[in-house]
């Protein structure tokens, strides 16, 4: 869903007998890069015909696929946090071998910016060398933690966010979501329908008209309620980031109840209209952008590991 551009490069790649030995698929974590990886050494496998851009989806290949039961398919992901050492040389051992029923071995290392540090080396000889009738998938959130030795010997391609609206139709539809409920778990999934459906739990449990009213639209608060606030935001820095990507959206509504007359159908949080109609009446539109501004600074230093209680408290004394 919404990836045609890497899809129609692997077909065209199948079409013109050019498909490379190493591959790295590079994309927010469940945007759908394992899928494609699957669908693709369905296409390259297909027992339907030797010309097919795709898996059939109904010969034995393509289900045993499915099913990550073909000998000549592997999906190999972390124990623990981490791939290990031992999955690298168990899969060059079975790479030492033919196919055993396909045409083409296929392997899918996921996780690929997340491997322990003795990987990399070991890793690179296989990629050097790569044994004929085998293609290597490495799927990576971001190529910054990959070695450069390993991203020159892979075609890299890139799986890009999905708009928010395809998100949310696609949680409307195929899991059954309601409308309110769908846009906001879209606009917090970065693009990613897998995102969306992991934080499902999380976001229920986030007292969004407190946070609106007791801190993201009041006026001031008091040096005893700014550290109450610091206090009680979560202190794992996966959850923290959660919280502010909400408040973004609170604050994206104000700025939308500011400038579009309360246009309600416009808003992410539609169930709070009367509250954010209210809140938006007391600022001003220049007041509620520079605390986007100053928000989107704060999420950013704790992505790039700063401490979160002072880049908290310095973000409360910036908003006053």
Same mark, same amino acid.
């Given at each position: 869903?919404?990836?045609?551009?890497?899809?129609?490069?692997?077909?065209?790649?199948?079409?013109?007998?050019?498909?490379?030995?190493?591959?790295?698929?590079?994309?927010?974590?469940?945007?759908?890069?394992?899928?494609?990886?699957?669908?693709?050494?369905?296409?390259?496998?297909?027992?339907?015909?030797?010309?097919?851009?795709?898996?059939?989806?109904?010969?034995?290949?393509?289900?045993?696929?499915?099913?990550?039961?073909?000998?000549?398919?592997?999906?190999?992901?972390?124990?623990?946090?981490?791939?290990?050492?031992?999955?690298?040389?168990?899969?060059?051992?079975?790479?030492?071998?033919?196919?055993?029923?396909?045409?083409?071995?296929?392997?899918?290392?996921?996780?690929?910016?997340?491997?322990?540090?003795?990987?990399?080396?070991?890793?690179?000889?296989?990629?050097?060398?790569?044994?004929?009738?085998?293609?290597?998938? +490495? *799927? &990576?959130?971001? /190529?910054?933690?990959?070695?450069?030795?390993? #991203?020159?010997?892979?075609?890299? =391609?890139?799986?890009? $966010?999905?708009?928010?609206?395809?998100?949310?139709?696609?949680?409307?539809?195929?899991?059954?979501?309601?409308?309110?409920?769908?846009? +906001? *778990? &879209?606009?917090? /999934?970065?693009?990613?329908?897998?995102?969306? #459906?992991?934080?499902?739990?999380? =976001?229920?449990?986030? $007292?969004?008209?407190?946070?609106?009213?007791?801190?993201?639209?009041?006026?001031?608060?008091?040096?005893?309620?700014?550290?109450?606030?610091?206090?009680?935001?979560? /202190?794992?820095?996966?959850?923290?980031?959660?919280?502010?990507?909400?408040?973004?959206?609170?604050?994206?509504?104000?700025?939308?109840?500011?400038?579009?007359?309360?246009?309600?159908?416009?808003?992410?949080?539609?169930?709070?209209?009367?509250?954010?109609?209210?809140?938006?009446?007391?600022?001003?539109?220049?007041?509620?952008?520079?605390?986007?501004?100053?928000?989107?600074?704060?999420?950013?230093?704790?992505?790039?590991?700063?401490?979160?209680?002072?880049?908290?408290?310095?973000?409360?004394?910036?908003?006053?």
């Amino acid at each position: 869903m919404g990836h045609e551009r890497p899809i129609n490069l692997l077909q065209r790649a199948i079409t013109q007998e050019k498909v490379v030995n190493s591959y790295l698929f590079l994309g927010n974590e469940g945007i759908g890069k394992s899928l494609v990886a699957l669908q693709f050494a369905k296409a390259l496998n297909c027992l339907e015909g030797e010309n097919r851009v795709d898996g059939c989806d109904r010969c034995a290949s393509c289900r045993k696929i499915d099913h990550l039961l073909h000998p000549d398919v592997s999906l190999i992901e972390p124990e623990g946090q981490t791939l290990k050492i031992e999955q690298v040389r168990q899969m060059q051992r079975s790479l030492a071998y033919r196919p055993y029923e396909g045409r083409r071995r296929v392997v899918i290392l996921t996780a690929a910016d997340r491997m322990a540090h003795d990987i990399p080396n070991t890793l690179l000889k296989t990629l050097e060398e790569p044994p004929l009738h085998t293609v290597i998938i +490495l *799927l &990576a959130n971001n /190529s910054r933690f990959i070695l450069p030795t390993i #991203l020159s010997r892979c075609q890299s =391609i890139r799986f890009n $966010p999905l708009p928010s609206a395809l998100v949310s139709d696609w949680l409307m539809k195929e899991k059954g979501l309601e409308e309110n409920e769908a846009r +906001l *778990l &879209a606009s917090l /999934s970065e693009g990613s329908p897998g995102k969306a #459906l992991e934080i499902k739990e999380e =976001i229920a449990g986030i $007292p969004r008209k407190e946070l609106l009213e007791g801190w993201v639209g009041a006026k001031s608060l008091s040096i005893e309620e700014k550290e109450g606030w610091v206090e009680s935001l979560p /202190s794992g820095r996966e959850n923290l980031r959660l919280i502010l990507e909400m408040t973004k959206t609170l604050l994206r509504d104000l700025i939308v109840m500011k400038t579009s007359e309360g246009e309600g159908s416009r808003l992410i949080h539609s169930d709070l209209v009367e509250e954010l109609k209210e809140i938006a009446g007391a600022w001003s539109l220049s007041s509620l952008l520079r605390r986007t501004e100053i928000l989107h600074q704060t999420s950013r230093a704790i992505r790039g590991n700063a401490n979160t209680k002072l880049s908290l408290e310095a973000m409360m004394l910036s908003w006053a």
